[in-house]
Each structure stands twice: as C-alpha cells, then as structure tokens.
DNA sequence: AAAATAAAAGACTAAATTGTCCTTTAATAT
DNA sequence: ATATTAAAGGACAATTTAGTCTTTTATTTT
C-alpha cells in the first residue's frame, strides 16, 4: 500500500506526537529503537519530515524530534503521505493513470466509492487522532514480522 | 497503488477477455497497441498470467492469448492481483505488517472498514464485469499519460 | 519440407527504492 | 575553550521493479 519509507515515516511521526504530548523530544535512537526500523534510513525519513516542516528537531545533547501541539492538531494523514511519497496518493487513478479525468481507467467505476472514502480518510485523520489512541495503548509502532531478526 | 506489473496486466486481461468474447485471439503486439505499454515487458506479464491458468496462449500465426468464457465469469480482480503482486493485498495491514494479527498498527482502526470494503471489491469484482463495461466503451485502456510520446 | 509467424525463455540493462557509512555542523555540558 | 552529544548531509551499496534484447520453440501456411 505505502512505500517503506511512508509507513517508517508515519510510525516515527506518531511516536513524535505521542511523546511531544508528554513534553518529551524524541532522539533516533529512540525512536529506532521504539518503531524497530533502520536507524541510518529512518534518519533520512526524519530529515524530510523537517524540512517538510512537518517535525522539528534540534541538536545536541538533550537534541532530538518534536512536533508543536498546533500541529499535532492539525496535520492530517494526508499530508504526511503526500510529503513522503509525492502525489501518488492525490486524488489519483487505481490504474496509474495520472487523474481520473475524461476518459477513465477501467477500475474507476468500481472502486470510485471506495476511493473516496479512502482520500477521505487520510484527509480527515489527524495526528492527533492516532496519537492519542497509541497513547492508550491501542496499537503498536513495533511489528514482530519485520527487520530486528 | 497497483504495481506497473499489476496495471498492465490487468489491462492486458481485460482486452484479452473483451476479444475473447468476440471470439477473438489477441496477440501481444495488438495488446500492446491497445494498452499502449513496453512490449517485452508486457511479454513477461503475459507469460506469468498464462502461467497462472489465468490466460492461455497459442504460438504461431493465427496464435496469440486468450481465456475461456468460464474464467472470464469466474475469475476476480483479487485473483489476478494475487498474481501479479504475491501477497501485497492478501488480507494485509496498511502500514506494512504481515497481517492485522493480535496486535495492531496504529491505522488499523481508522482504516478497517474502508480496507474490508476495499478487498470486498476485489474479491466480488470479476473479469466479466469490467470487460463488460470497456465493451460498452466505458473506460479506456490506453492512457494519454504514459509512455508513447 | 521450408518459410513465416508468434509465443517462450533467458540474459541482460536501467531506474527507483531501500538501506549503510562516514563526515560535518550545531547544541550542550564540563 | 573543549569534549560530548545528536542531527544534517552526502556518498555509496544492495535490492527490487521496470524494461530491453536475443535466441529458441511451437504452430501454421505455402
Ligand atoms: S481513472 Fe482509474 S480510478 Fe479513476
Ligand atoms: S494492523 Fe495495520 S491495517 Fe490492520
């Protein structure tokens, strides 16, 4: 569905959140070691997101990743996927056409639905949305199926 | 969404099944006419469905692919993107696990629904239904966007 | 039987994605 | 000031996906 670097991005992101909430700042090695991910990857992953201004960062010792409750409130999952993975999500064909414009893909009608209601969610779930619920501790940011041997 | 694997081959079914109904064998050059897509790439997708049982093929003149009207009514979108893609959209979790197991990724609940619906399409969607439609000349199989210069 | 046709097969190249490593820069603490 | 810490940056390697090219095999036509 996403590439890794979305899904690496979007975890990272929620933990972010998570601790920012808690008035923490979250450092790479923490956060590698929270999501399960490759560190040195993730850490380009991070990169974007502030220079997205998604996340902000500082260096240093007591250094690492925030986000601003502003935009814990406000960031929908959309722009995340969009910052990390271009315009493959926006408002786009099943079919790989670049938009269901005139003519339209032979999946269009079928899924058009479905479509819908999938941008409509990544429109409509903030950060704060999912971070909360991880905060409750539904859901986790580390999977047994991946890397981590 | 789909792989480029994926897109052209379901393109290149549903014009297989579309002549098939008419009674017609499709050759690759025809199909890549019509989908406007790399022949020699093409050639491998239409190898791997014809492995599948998916399609079935005929060398020499006169030769070409084609599927039997039985398929064409039988098979499902699902079966073809099992095909093409592994197991990337078998009854798996949005952000990367190998399945919504016990414990769950922090967008499973948001997008629950919207994935059960998604996957319900794809198995309830058949070959006949959609070659049906580009019969009528609803859809289209070839996109301006693409290659083709 | 030969010539022509079209798919099968395999080896290869190109590009994108994923992932690593190493150096630099900024912030803090001693 | 200097040593330490952690992010930034850039160059590289590995893998996967996309795409090409060339030869072989099966079928049909003449
Ligand atoms: S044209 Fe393909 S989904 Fe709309
Ligand atoms: S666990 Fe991710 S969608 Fe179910």
Chains 1, 2 share one sequence.
Do not use: W
């Amino acid at each position: 569905m996403f590439s890794k670097a979305c899904e690496y991005g979007i975890r990272a992101t929620l933990y972010v959140a998570m601790q920012s909430m808690e008035g923490q700042r979250a450092g790479l090695r923490e956060i590698v070691d929270v999501t399960g991910t490759p560190a040195a990857y993730m850490a380009k992953i991070l990169q974007k997101l502030v220079h997205a201004g998604i996340l902000d960062s500082v260096r240093g010792p007591v250094g690492g990743f925030g986000i601003s409750r502003i935009k814990i409130d406000n960031i929908r999952l959309a722009e995340l996927v969009h910052t990390l993975e271009g315009d493959r999500f926006q408002g786009t064909c099943l079919l790989g056409k670049k938009s269901c414009g005139d003519t339209v893909c032979p999946l269009h009608n079928e899924f058009l639905e479905m479509k819908e209601e999938m941008l409509g969610m990544l429109e409509n779930t903030s950060l704060f949305e999912l971070a909360s619920q991880l905060s409750l501790g539904l859901g986790t940011l580390k999977y047994r199926d991946e890397g981590e041997t």
